[in-house]
């Protein structure tokens, strides 16, 4: 069993900056070995991606909204995920997920909310105006 746990969510004024973190653990999980993404989910809309990194950190993606403002990255001898976020706009809004690609060792990172295996339980970021 795999357990992820997101920090860092929050309350912040348009054009601010945080920074997520994703903490997996499981007895027999090696995290090195899986890509792994952040997803969020605004009020009445479906899941989407936000980026994703590759097991060894080599390849990212990011979703065409972020391109630019958002920074993913992983320390492997952590097993923790990062997702800075700066010059956040309203419409960044919502609970942002990460998750652990299903398959070990995958280039180029996926990007299909279905392929990921394991969800942590999300953490709100809520950008005002």
């Known amino acids: 069993q795999v357990q992820l746990v997101e920090s860092g969510g929050g309350l912040v004024q348009a054009g601010g900056s945080l920074r997520l973190s994703c903490a997996a653990s499981g007895r027999t999980f090696s995290f090195s070995f899986y890509a792994m993404g952040w997803f969020r989910q605004a009020p009445g809309k479906e899941r989407e991606v936000v980026a994703a990194i590759s097991y060894s950190g080599g390849s990212t993606y990011y979703a065409d909204s972020v391109k630019g403002r958002f920074t993913i990255s992983r320390d492997n001898a952590k097993n923790t995920v990062y997702l800075q976020m700066s010059s956040l706009k309203p419409e960044d809004t919502g609970v942002y997920y990460c998750?652990?690609?299903?398959?070990?060792?995958?280039?180029?990172?996926?990007?299909?909310?279905?392929?990921?295996?394991?969800w942590g339980q999300g953490t709100q970021v809520t950008v005002s105006s």
């Open positions: 998750a652990t690609d299903s398959r070990p060792w995958t280039i180029p990172v996926v990007t299909t909310t279905t392929r990921y295996a394991y």
